[in-house]
């Protein structure tokens, strides 16, 4: 499912690969988790109208004050 490279030359790492494969395994699950939401808020049709309906809005409150 996930494909870890372990590429450091470390002999700690040898004896013990959990140093590095836990703190990876933890950055892709964040990544996963950040990418999941951030693709939900994009694509998600309510939160997309009111984004565009907010920016209409302040584009014309900053024209509105540009003048």
Known sequence: MFTKLLIEPNIQ??????VL???RSIDILLGN??????????????IHFF????MKK???????YKH
């Open 13 to 18: 790492l040898i004896e013990n690969p959990n």
């Open 21 to 23: 494969i836990q703190p």
């Open 33 to 46: 988790i950040i990418g999941a939401i951030g693709g939900w808020i994009r694509y998600h049709q309510r």
């Open 51 to 54: 984004t565009k309906k907010q």
């Open 58 to 64: 302040t584009k014309i409150v900053l024209t509105h």
